[in-house]
């Protein structure tokens, strides 16, 4: 599957993106695969980005971050391992 180029600022079809609803308080951040609903709900962002990763790096997909499911964040690149400091954060979580 292909996934966005270095310098889009959007999800392309297969990405996943990690997505915020302030309104949900004990599973705010929801995986979804683009284009497609929520199929996964995590308590902590470093929780939702752990999943992601592992999906993400098995299929060679980029991971994205949005707030208001209009502006995105590229979280990591196509085919790239875990940011880092977020294993850390995420074992410590736990």
């Known amino acids: ?36 609903p929520a199929q996964i709900c995590c308590q902590t962002f470093e929780q939702a980005l752990s999943t992601a990763s592992a999906w993400a790096s ?4 980029a991971i994205w971050f949005t707030e208001n499911g209009t502006t995105f964040t590229r979280v990591a690149p196509a085919g790239s391992p875990m940011p880092q400091g977020s294993r850390e954060r995420s ?3 736990e």
């Open 1 to 36: 599957m292909r996934s966005a180029e270095p310098g889009a600022n959007t999800p392309t079809p297969g990405d996943l993106v990690i997505a915020r609803d302030a309104t949900v308080q004990k599973a705010p951040y929801a995986l979804c695969v683009v284009p497609g």
């Open 58 to 61: 098995q299929r060679q997909v």
């Open 91 to 93: 074992q410590n979580a």
